[in-house]
């Protein structure tokens, strides 16, 4: 995967990553020594001016427990898949709530929060 920097990929990643460093209250330093970079390169990641290679995604994601989605994927992006799958969910407990009612007789009620 090639990401050019300054591009919105390299941006959102570096936005991405510099929020997971301080949710979990990780220096640039400390961040730049698990990966053998230094705290500039960190820095300059974070602000979409330097990238890193795939195989430095894979430590990052590994480091931080999280998948490439939540790397790559804008605020905005990531709420709108959580709300499709919330409703897909929805839809899906609705559908077998009702198998469920039919097969054994018992019924379930779905509360709506909106």
């Given at each position: 995967?090639?990401?050019?920097?300054n591009?919105?990929?390299?941006?959102?990643?570096g936005?991405?990553?510099?929020?997971?460093?301080?949710?979990?209250?990780?220096?640039?330093?400390k961040?730049?020594?698990v990966?053998?970079?230094?705290?500039?390169?960190?820095?300059?990641?974070?602000?979409?001016?330097?990238?890193?290679?795939?195989?430095?995604?894979?430590?990052?994601?590994?480091?931080?427990?999280?998948?490439?989605?939540?790397?790559?994927?804008?605020?905005?992006?990531?709420?709108?898949?959580?709300?499709?799958?919330?409703?897909?969910?929805?839809?899906?407990?609705?559908?077998?709530?009702?198998?469920?009612?039919?097969?054994?007789?018992?019924?379930?009620?779905?509360?709506?929060?909106?």
């Amino acid at each position: 995967m090639k990401v050019v920097k300054n591009s919105s990929a390299a941006i959102i990643f570096g936005r991405n990553l510099r929020r997971l460093r301080k949710e979990r209250h990780i220096t640039q330093e400390k961040l730049a020594e698990v990966l053998g970079m230094t705290p500039k390169h960190i820095g300059d990641i974070e602000t979409g001016k330097s990238f890193t290679s795939a195989d430095t995604m894979d430590v990052i994601a590994k480091y931080f427990g999280v998948g490439y989605d939540e790397l790559f994927l804008s605020d905005d992006q990531s709420r709108s898949i959580e709300a499709e799958a919330a409703k897909l969910a929805s839809e899906m407990l609705r559908k077998n709530s009702e198998e469920f009612d039919k097969k054994y007789g018992v019924e379930f009620h779905l509360r709506d929060d909106d």
